[in-house]
């Protein structure tokens, strides 16, 4: 069973906007360089990279073969 070539291009789309957050993130934190803790900020960070490994697992999906029919 094949999946149609637009669902995969909207999944790596979609993957890829999802890995935005986390990639800003990690620039924050690399310009920052961690001076000043902020327990809020770090929350924000985490969010982001969750949000991020939402993409990633997209894009995993979007560009594993799909499963085969069920055997009945």
């Given amino acids: 069973?094949?999946?149609h070539p637009i669902l995969t291009i909207l999944m790596a789309v979609a993957g890829?906007?999802?890995l935005l957050p986390g990639?800003?993130?990690v620039g924050f934190i690399i310009a920052s360089g961690l001076r000043n803790p902020n327990p809020v900020?770090?929350?924000i960070?985490?969010?982001s990279f969750l949000i991020a490994?939402?993409?990633i697992a997209?894009?995993?999906m979007a560009f594993q073969k799909p499963p085969g029919p069920?055997?009945?």
């Fill in 1 to 3: 069973m094949n999946r």
């Fill in 16 to 18: 890829v906007i999802l």
């Fill in 23 to 25: 990639l800003c993130a």
């Fill in 41 to 43: 900020i770090f929350t």
């Fill in 45 to 47: 960070w985490a969010i």
């Fill in 53 to 55: 490994l939402g993409g």
């Fill in 58 to 60: 997209l894009l995993r």
């Fill in 70 to 72: 069920r055997p009945q």
